[in-house]
């Protein structure tokens, strides 16, 4: 993937009216700089060259903050209009049946309405049969229940090692096309082998591995598996559609004003000029929220059918069932390595099952993260009756990772070498050595074989509880949106709006577009509107794969600059300078040591505001396109009950040069809980007789709590990361990368012996650990009563 | 500074106003063989004299004002308090009582509002997160939770904060395990619960110095 | 939920007879305390009565009134009162109603709701499912996914009780008081949980329209007693295992020892053969370890629920040490 991403991200800014600058480029305070040569579009930024700027670069309050706390910030979940309809989707109960019919009949009495999607079969538990909208939520409710289908129930397959074996039930007769969303990982898509339910494998790798393992010392092989993981945004997903005309106005809950509003067009066969999509607030999405939906399309088809507008709100049920997860994977890796812990070669193969969609490779990590040489990846997905996963958090990453940093430490055992040694040896990232270095330290690594003698001594006494450490790296990539655009206007009044479609799903983005247009003008982050969350201003990325910081920004301080050499040419007869010599700084405007006041100079503007538009230039050549990070964790492990508990976490990570902070470290301690709760709690649980989804709630499927939280240490490294003028990365993805990974490797080192699989539950510790087998058995064994 | 265009309106009446709704009680009558479910309206006189069958009046005083309304008896406090009073701070995550972004304070108490009948609030003091303070006039807790940022999308946050206002109220200067325990009914997906401890712990304990 | 009518009696004898007087007219009817658990089987249409009687809004039956004999615990106290009001007297039913829900939930979930409340299994939560419990054939945890299910007692149904009240005060010895049209009575605990053999569409041996109004919990001197429950997650969860142990301690020996193990069986569980080792022995580690080891004795756990059974055994052998006040091995991790 990221010899894709070399390629495939980096074109050359045409020579003849690019300007070639040279950036210096590394980590601050650790490895030493490095000069490289760029061509920046004419007229834009250099890029930043300096750690300490004046907005951007520290701790700042969210902007949006305040509206937030004050329950004032409005969702798609709270769009509401007098005679609103309220949507709901009645669902099928079963795996896999025909639609033999649908009885409607009673529904025109209710005065409802309804309409039916296409289709003669349904493939999983939670497949929409028929959508309908009714004056309130309880009537809605009460139409679901007064519709009949029948169902010509047939054989399903819902476990992966089932719908494998020849003579499965089928779920698709023919080979399927594969979709793309914008949070995918980049690897998806592409022609692949299909035979029954099994999609694959997808090959691919670099180097030779049967050189590689000729030149190993000696071999392992890891057999390891991951569930299913669902998203659970706090808000599901939702849409509200009112039409104007043959205009649609929608409110969305999505990661993508702009890719809801292509999907919307597409699908209802309207031009997209008729289309806008508004996501002024979203709550999480975490992948699962790109596109309209099939209830976004049946909430506005409701809407023209009804003449009144409609919400339709999934409920929580209906999220988890129909509205995407993580797949679950099976993950072979086996490695050849040198008596130094040098790997020498891996061969690394996943199966998994996004149910009835595609995208389960884990095998990315193993080609990214490490400097392995010879490394074959071979990825198939499996077909099941079950709802379809989708992109979410790093895609096959988090899995990737638990495979690969667990084969790490099984060749550091094998060789006798500490796990952060092996790392070490085969990591060629100066980045990824700072970062190791850092949150190391952190975590107090020096520690590890003074616990695992305080475990034996605590096993010795007959005490349940034991300690461990460990740790895993994070990879993700510079993936970048082409063609963001964004919009300065500057007002005669002194006031500043800066415009552009993108989201606000939690990360900050709303922040990050003020502080970085106020830095380049020289005012203060209250002077400047940020307009965001709307498909009528200018395009910007969806947010998905930690894209939208390093698609948008760049674009952002374009346009901010170039409003900013615009109003110097205004100020420049003020100052008595040339306008390349003003500069803009505390609501003013400087040159000659003279100063004219911001407001004084826009009240001169010739018309009534200046206007200026920021493209995200392509990215600069010459530097690593991925991104890095370092995890350790502490754990404690009950051994007498198998419940862990995940004491300290150390993240070191680095994004580029952080535009906000603040952002950055919240995201950092969001994605590391995420892979807490991953690692410990999260299992889609399905019924095999019936395919059905039994934990369909925030209750059983279980998520990760306030008492569950461990310390968080956040490590922020400044990188001056080349690509493009702001130095800007995201920070989204590879937080949550190493998470698990690290987890499953404190617990393995606490119990002795290797955990193998997520969810870390009770149940799979005490299979796992030996040491369960403690005095305090021993002791009962001289008891009157024992019973094994 | 943040956009702040709302796609409703200001007043919190949902672009009807109280005038406007006890005026359109003939054409809500008509409604409710369609099935309406809630009615505003000043007075219990008034809702008797509309006589919409199945609907019970409520009276309560909310955020610090009586409101009155007739309701269906399925309906719930969370209901009553986004869809009929306009009140959508309060958030709808689960609609089970496990997420905690519907809490409530029910006479000072936190509750979950989509587990609690509108009913069974008559005659009791129902605040909300609109309650406890405004954008340009936040409690020192909501200020706290920026401060700290205790947020990311922001859809937990109600809730979390209506909890730790409790705890607040019975417990001025809480341990960082005190708040973990306050907010054990509130889940965050985002992962703000670090900013979540430090902000309400920060917001009792005011010496205490910010990072 | 459908709709119902909501009848809202003037006193806990007038709300005996609407359900008595719907009982008579066919019509079905609920009983609401709180209705935290009601309104999650209503969404779910899991129940779908014609009425619900508020039981919330009346005075009566919620106030905790103790006594040197006893403590009384009206219906209506909500699980917060109990946990602040009772950590002192009765520790084990505290901690018990502190571990049981949430914060929100257990301020306004009352006592009798929570010995009421019906299962979390999953089919028979889940409309999809007709199960034994509900009238159908089939117990589909026995075969099916029943990771969460009962280890003991589990050949009819698998449920396991959901109430951890329940498991401490079946250990208090307590006894429910209850009011139906026209008659009262005192049920012991031991008898108010009845096995789904004796009944399999009820978990109590209320009768229809028989209401729950106090519960009394005797004391005695010297009484020590403790609950430990173990969850997978430690903010709520339901625990995979919980046990409450009561015994008075008579010069440093264990008398009157009650153990009872929650989230185990179809009702909380009685350990009478641990009960019979503990008795009259003075506890320390040792015993306390035989007695977490003699608790699963008779177990039949189902194909993905024995990992349970270790788990039973730490939260007996814990609750006994935590009664006795003494240190259980989980006070400090190991440290470099």
Redo the contacts between chains.
Sequence with gaps: MAEENKEGISEKVPGATATAVTVEIGLVGHSPSKKISVFLPPGDPVPYDKVDRPLTGKHH???????????????T??????GMLHGRVLRS?HAHADIVSIDTSKLDA??VVWVKPEKKKVRYHGEAVLALA??????A??AL?AVTVTYGVKPHTVRLVDAMRPGAPLVFEKPVEEKRSAGDAPSAGGATPQHGNVRGPKTSGKGDVTKGFAEADSTLELTLTTAVQT??????HSLFAEWEGDRLKV?ASTQGTFTVKDELATVLGIPKDKVEV?A?????G?GAKFGAGDYGVFAAQLAKKAGKPVRLIL??KEEHLAAGNRPDSINTIKVGYKKDGTVTAVHYTSVGTAGVATGTGTGSFAKNAYGFPNVKVEESDVFTHLGPGCAMRAPGHPQGAFTVEAALDAVADACGLDPLAVRFKNDPSEVRRAEWEAAAKAI?WS??D??TR??K??AAA??????GLGCAAAVWYNIVTKGSQVQVRVHRDGTVEVENGVQE????I?TAV?LVTAEELGLP?????????NSKYPFGPASGGSTTTTSLIPAVRAAAYHAARKLAEVAAPLLGARPEDVTLEGRAFLANGKRADWAKVCARMSGESILAVGDRAPDFDGTDPRLFGAQFVDV?V?T????V?VEKVAAAHSCGLAVWK??V???I??????GVSYA??EER??????G?F??P????Y????????P??VTIVLDLFAGKNNAHARGIGEPAVVPTAAAIANAVSHALGSRITDLPI???RV??ASPT?RSP??A??A??????A | MADRKSPNPPDGTNGVTRRGLIKGIASAVTAVSAGATALLVETRQELEAANVSGLLSVSLTLNGTARTGGFEPRTTLAEALRDTWGLTGTKVGCDRGACGSCTVLLDGVPVNSCLTLVHDADGKKVTTIEGLGSPEAMSPLQKAFVDADALQCGFCTPGMIVSCSALLAKNPTPSREDVRSAVSGNLCRCGTYLGVFEACHAAGNPEVTRG | MRAFERIQPASWEDAAAALAAAKKAGVSAEAKGAGTDLLDRLKERNVAPDRVVDLRRLTGNDTIEKSPSQVAIGALVTLTRVVEGLSAELPALADACEGAATPQIRNAATLAGNLCQRPRCWYFRSADFACLKKGGSECFAQKGENVFHAVFGNHTCAIVHPSAAGVALMAYGARVETLSAGSRRTIPIADFFVTPEVNLASENSLAEGELVTRVVVPRRAGLRSAYRKIKHKQTFDWPLADAAVVYRDEGGVARDVRVVIGSAAPVPWRLKRVEALVEGQRIDAALAANAGAAATHGATPLEKNAYKLPLVSAAVRRALLGAAGLPDGTEKAPQA
Excluded at chain 1, 280 to 284: A, I, P, W
Excluded at chain 1, 685 to 690: A, E, F, G, N, W
């Design positions: 309050p969210r902007l949006d903050g305040p509206q937030k706390v004050t329950g004032r910030a409005t969702y979940h709270d769009v509401n209009r007098p109960p209710m005065g009714a004056s309130t939520p309880q009537l409710d009460d229940h998203h659970v945004p706090m808000e599901t409110y508004v002024e607030y979203v709550g999480g975490f409920d929580r107090g520690r590890r003074a616990i305080a475990n001594a605590a007959g005490l349940p509880l034991r300690r799903i939690g990360g900050g709303r003020g982050v209250e002077a400047v509107s940020v307009h965001i969350g404690v009950d007498e009950t198998g419940v508990k603040t952002g470290e919240s995201q301690r969001g994605g590391v809980l995420q410990l709690f649980v399905i019924d095999l007789p019936t059905r039994m934990n709630n925030i209750e059983q279980k998520i990760l709590g306030a008492q569950d939280v310390e968080v539950t009770p149940a005490l299979s369960l305090l058995r002791e009962r001289s008891g009157a009563e024992v019973t």
